[in-house]
């Protein structure tokens, strides 16, 4: 099967022709610089949901598809193993939630504790797609490290998937309308979850992606020209 029908590169996922490769990785490079200086900025924990989609993560890679479930009949939550520095993950932005005036160096630092531990998750059920994609650097390096390599994993796979909604955009017949449309679409909220460790945020950008490269496709009449639109 050759690379163009993918939309591929032979190094990689990004626009068949020269030209859209290089607007693709310019798209690339500021959607992911955006994302990746919001999450460095941020508190560590301090995404929705963030603790309990970390222990997810971290447990994910090390073979737990789901975990031990706990809480009785009808509760989402689990028993993972995970790395003993994030033991109390799920305590650690309590100090400032819902708390417009304290500060976030409130919370207590991220132990740098050796070995595993148990926790408990209510994501522990949710597909895990998102968290093989951020899980792994937890287990080359620990603590704030890996947490925020985290966080730049996940923004470098949503920048991947609205960079490529960008270049289907400006296939488009319709291409001024469509890049407005895709614009209001990319709001904060999408770019700060992205920067979060947080699967909402690659829900957001793959559903970005494919609903602007159907539009694409929806020109054509049903005779699909463009197999790299299709691809995306």
Do not use: H
């Amino acid at each position: 099967m050759d690379s163009s029908f993918l939309g591929m590169t032979e190094t990689g996922l990004g626009p068949a022709r020269p030209r859209e490769r290089v607007s693709w990785l310019a798209a690339f490079v500021a959607l992911f610089a955006v994302m990746a200086a919001w999450g460095l900025a941020s508190p560590l924990f301090s995404g929705p949901d963030e603790a309990a989609q970390v222990l997810r993560a971290a447990s994910l890679v090390r073979g737990e598809l789901i975990g031990r479930p706990t809480g009785g009949r009808g509760s989402p939550d689990t028993v993972v193993v995970v790395p003993a520095w994030l033991a109390g993950a799920r305590q650690i932005p309590t100090c400032y939630e819902d708390k417009t005036d304290v500060p976030a160096s409130c919370s207590p630092l991220v132990p740098a504790a050796r070995g595993t531990t148990s926790a408990v998750t209510y994501t522990g059920r949710y597909p895990p797609l998102y968290y093989a994609l951020v899980g792994w650097p937890s287990l080359l390096v620990g603590g704030a490290p890996a947490l925020y390599l985290m966080r730049l994993c996940g923004a470098a796979a949503c920048a991947a998937l609205l960079a490529g909604a960008l270049c289907c955009a400006f296939r488009s017949r319709r291409r001024s309308g469509l890049v407005v449309g895709l614009a209001l679409c990319v709001t904060p909220q999408a770019l700060f979850l992205g920067a979060m460790v947080n699967p909402s945020a690659l829900e957001i950008s793959s559903a970005i992606c494919v609903w602007t490269a159907g539009s694409v496709v929806a020109e054509q009449a049903g005779r699909v020209r463009d197999r790299a639109v299709l691809a995306w």
